[in-house]
């Protein structure tokens, strides 16, 4: 599995969850979303192509992470969907594991940076980790039934510029 360790110092990172974010669920598929049969016996993956450009757009101001229980195959299997190179994937516990399962590993992955994350469950556990650290922190929380919107975009380009400034204590 690919992993990323500590991170050099840096711009912010941007953590970007899949199920929820990228791939939205709900009873219908929402406008602009193609369903894809990725998974043989399980419910099809839902991918907007805007959403390649909208994280080619983030890139030039973070540093993109998967930080998803897709691990791998989020590469494997959606950036080509997406139009996107591989991103570094942040590496999350083997599925199923619990959504709070996955603080302890974006902590360790963000330390001394500035970070965001977007994702469709932020738990108390985020919520606590994000207020106890000394760099900026910004969760974005995303309705799993809409997924990713030019609004969260929006909000993260306007945030990095005043995080990208920090330094690490």
């Known amino acids: 599995m690919t992993s990323v360790g500590p ?14 974010v990228i791939n939205p669920y709900g009873d219908a598929c929402p406008p602009g979303y193609a369903e894809h049969d990725l998974f043989p016996d399980d419910e099809p993956v839902r991918v907007n192509p805007d959403h ?5 757009e983030l890139q030039d101001h973070y ?3 998967w930080a998803s229980g897709w691990n791998d195959e989020a590469n494997d299997l959606l950036a080509p969907l997406l139009g996107i190179a591989p991103l570094p ?3 999350m516990p083997a599925t199923p594991f619990r959504p709070g399962d996955k603080v302890p590993r974006i902590a360790a992955g963000t330390h001394g940076r500035a970070a965001a994350w977007l994702d469709d469950l932020h738990t108390p556990e985020a919520g606590d980790w994000a207020a106890a650290r000394p760099w900026p922190t910004l969760l974005v ?4 039934a809409r997924g990713l919107l030019r609004e969260h975009v929006d909000a993260l380009l306007a945030w990095a510029p005043a ?3 920090t330094i690490a204590p």
Request: overall charge negative; cysteine-free.
């Open 63 to 65: 540093d993109v992470l």
């Open 52 to 56: 390649g450009r909208w994280i080619t």
């Open 7 to 20: 991170l050099p110092a840096g711009p912010p990172v941007l953590l970007l969850d899949v199920d929820g």
């Open 89 to 91: 994937v942040l590496a």
């Open 163 to 165: 995080a990208r400034g």
């Open 141 to 144: 929380p995303v309705d799993p």
